[in-house]
């Protein structure tokens, strides 16, 4: 009898650790200080969001966060390569993304300029930022006004890898402004200020000079990859979220980060 409740346990453990149900997300590994990798290791808000809701979905799921650039991020949910990335904005462009997730925080695009540029003051967008190169991160969601201001030719935009890559050729003048995230920019303009190496960023203003859109960035889902259990761990993550949103939890996050880079 001894043997045949062994038996029994055994075979429920076994059963246990067959329900459990790996699902990779991928994240951008340049979005500071949302999504970044720093001495190898994957760090920011959103990570730190997405452990988090990680430990409440298990043991049903064990979710793994794994850092990819962006524009190869992009093209693993188009293909259906992956299932799962963050994160993205919304955009009528990237139809491939099927399902949105809930938000995971709103963010607040907006240009910064340098200071000898017309632009420099707040103005009129896109009307006063005319014949300006624009810089933005590689795969950035320009949104509506950028968009339809790129098809009049009104300036020209060109990408780069990540913030700090837009950030030095803001600052050497090889582009006129920047449009990313205020946080996103903020933070890593801090993070180059008090690296000793960098210090022709030392004295250096930077220069907000309109704000374009508020965004809320999602985990976004490949609507090519339709994986068996894909609808249900969505809505278990949606809930999750909702519930670390009701919590105050990305608000806790955000002002973590924040101190990390105030003197």
């Known amino acids: ?13 076994l059963g246990h650790a067959l329900a459990v149900q790996k699902v990779v997300i991928e994240a951008d590994n340049d ?15 959103y990570v730190d969001l997405l452990k988090l809701a990680g430990k409440k979905l298990a043991p049903a799921y064990e979710v793994e966060l794994e850092a990819i650039p962006w524009k190869r991020g992009l093209k693993n949910l188009e293909t259906g390569r992956s299932m799962a990335l963050f994160p993205p904005y919304r955009s009528k462009e990237r139809p491939y993304i099927d399902p949105y997730s809930t938000p995971l925080y709103r963010e607040t695009v907006v240009l910064f300029c340098n200071e000898s540029n017309p632009g420099h003051a707040p103005r009129r967008f896109p009307e006063d930022f005319a014949g300006l190169t624009i810089g933005v991160n590689l795969g950035f969601a320009l949104g509506d006004k950028m968009t339809d201001a790129v098809k009049a030719r009104t300036f020209t935009v060109t990408e780069s890898k990540g913030n700090e890559d837009n950030l030095w050729k803001l600052q050497a ?3 006129d402004c920047y449009a990313n995230d205020r946080l996103a920019v903020q933070y890593s303009f801090s993070k180059l200020q008090d690296k000793a190496k960098f210090r022709q960023f030392k004295g ?16 976004g889902y490949s609507a090519a990859n339709t994986l068996s259990y894909k609808a249900d761990f969505v809505k278990q993550m949606d809930a999750v979220l909702l519930e670390l949103k009701k919590a105050g939890t ?14």
């Open 1 to 13: 009898m001894k043997s045949l409740l062994f038996l029994l346990a055994g075979v429920s453990v």
């Open 31 to 45: 979005y500071a200080p949302y999504s970044y990798v720093e001495d190898g290791e994957l760090k920011g808000i």
């Open 173 to 175: 003048g090889q582009i």
């Open 204 to 219: 250096y203003r930077l220069s907000e000079s309109a704000e374009l859109s508020s965004e809320d960035a999602f985990i």
């Open 250 to 263: 990305i608000n806790r996050l955000i002002v973590d980060y924040v101190r990390s880079v105030t003197p």
